[in-house]
């Protein structure tokens, strides 16, 4: 044994630590930041590596309006960054039955939203975290928490450990925090898979316009969204439960096959991405441990399948919430106190957690309705929409689920 070994592994002593370098440990990171808290966020990739798959893209005003609160110009540069689209359309079978244009946002508010890979919003939060001051280990994969009523002490896998008042477990659906915390998800999944292609463009291979068909008949009768990034646009296939998943994510067939479908004016360049999903619908059980020191934020406390782009965005919400709690907590005059304040945040992000998973809910019966009678109703709407236009609205909107507002607040909230 070399003399390192013999040592007790190192303590790091911190006030706030937050498991998970993702959009949303780097939200609350900023957050805690702007607070005035020191932070520490603990991740177990590697600096550089970049994450597999494609994700959110989709991210809404109250989000950017969060993330410009926690760190003036943030919000803005990235709805510079992002695309916003000024066109949507809705088909069925191939026809139209909804189209908008909207003028260029004038003005210089934030626009409604704004669409950027995952990959883009994460660069730019995490050199805002660590221009305000959070401090990032990388490599620091968590394996166990143990939380009393006054600490958290938590472990890497390479046997760092640090000791902190406050932690907020940010690590995503496979939360190593939430699982040593005893907390359970429940929920359940969704039929079938989906599968979301990036594909690298130009505008000269397809303008910037999100477009939604459903039963496209270049698509087997699947329904198609067609959603615009900045450097290209993402297509979201819905697959049938007993579809071959190598049909549809081959990239020699998609290559073949989606410019055809799609509409382009030139041959598809890189295909950036090709991910397969299966889509849950699950929710932590509590959003906070028995001690009142862990607090879950993110895919760490809820997971929704993508409609309404509600996952990151309402993740973002939580991550401001938690700061909120965590400070609070930190200046509170008792213990009972500060365990009211985390407390309330568990409380109050579950019920949004609950609404938004109910509003998941109800756009995913619509994209694949149960019975006869829902499928009915969307190829009645279908065929009537060209003279029906509020038929055609509905089509357009339903996907999307109800812009349902968390009851504690006003305006569109996730
Ligand atoms: C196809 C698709 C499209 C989507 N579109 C949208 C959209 O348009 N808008 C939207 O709002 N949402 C969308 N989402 C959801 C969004 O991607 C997620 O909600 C978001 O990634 C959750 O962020 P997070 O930070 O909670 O978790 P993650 O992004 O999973 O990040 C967790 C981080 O924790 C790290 N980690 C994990 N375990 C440990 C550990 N033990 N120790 C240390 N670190 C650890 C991971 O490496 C990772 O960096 C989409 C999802 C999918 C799949």
Redesign the pocket.
């Known amino acids: 044994m070399s003399p390192d070994e013999q040592l007790p592994p190192a303590t790091h002593d911190t006030p706030v630590l937050v ?9 609350a990171a900023l957050a805690l930041r702007a607070l005035g808290i020191p932070v520490t966020v ?4 590697p600096r550089d590596a970049q ?1 597999p ?8 005003r109250s ?1 950017l309006r969060l993330l410009e609160q926690a760190h003036p110009g943030l919000g803005r540069e990235m709805a510079d960054f992002g695309t916003v689209w000024h066109a949507r359309r809705t088909l069925y079978r191939g026809r139209e039955v909804y189209a908008r244009t909207y003028p260029p946002a004038s003005g210089t508010g934030l626009p409604p939203f704004t ?1 950027l890979r ?1 990959i883009d919003t ?1 660069r730019f939060l995490r050199d805002a975290a660590e221009s305000a001051g959070a401090r990032i280990e990388w490599d ?4 166990a928490v143990a939380a009393s009523s006054k600490a958290v002490q938590v472990t ?2 390479d046997g760092r450990q640090w000791t902190a008042q406050y932690v907020v477990a ?8 939430r699982r040593c915390a005893g907390i359970e998800l429940g929920g359940s999944r969704a039929e079938g898979f ?1 599968v ?1 292609i990036d594909v690298a463009n130009g505008p000269q291979v397809r303008p910037a316009i999100r477009e939604l068909h459903y039963a496209h008949p270049r698509a087997g009768g699947r329904h198609v969204l067609t ?1 615009p990034f900045t450097g290209g646009f ?1 297509i ?1 296939l819905q697959c049938k439960e007993d579809d071959p998943v190598e049909k549809f994510t081959d990239r020699d067939v998609l290559q073949r096959w989606l410019p055809r479908m799609i509409g382009c004016r030139e041959a598809i360049g890189d295909l950036m991405w090709v ?1 397969r ?1 299966r ?1 849950l619908q699950v929710l932590a059980d509590r959003f906070t441990d028995g001690t009142g020191r862990v607090l879950l ?5 809820h ?4 409609f309404g ?8 919400a ?1 991550a401001d919430a938690a700061a909120t709690a965590i400070a609070l907590a930190l200046s509170a005059v008792s213990a009972e106190r500060g365990r009211a304040a985390v407390e309330a945040y568990a409380r109050d992000r579950r019920a949004a957690a609950v609404d938004n998973s109910a509003a998941v809910g109800a756009a995913l019966s619509h994209l694949r309705p149960a019975g006869k009678l829902a499928q009915a109703k969307i190829e009645t709407a279908g065929r009537l929409a060209p003279w029906v236009p509020r038929l055609g609205e509905w089509l357009e909107r339903a996907p999307y689920g109800p812009r349902t507002t968390h009851r504690r607040r006003s305006g569109p909230g ?1």
């Open positions: 498991v998970g370098a993702g959009p949303v440990g780097l939200a603990l991740e177990a990739r994450r798959g494609s994700r959110a893209l989709y991210v809404h989000s669409s995952q994460e620091a994969e968590v394996r890497a896998a940010a690590d995503g659906a496979r939360s190593a925090v989906h979301v959603v993402q979201d991910s999903y889509f934020a993110g895919e760490a406390a997971l929704f399948p993508p782009a509600r996952g990151m965005n309402s993740g973002i939580d996730y």
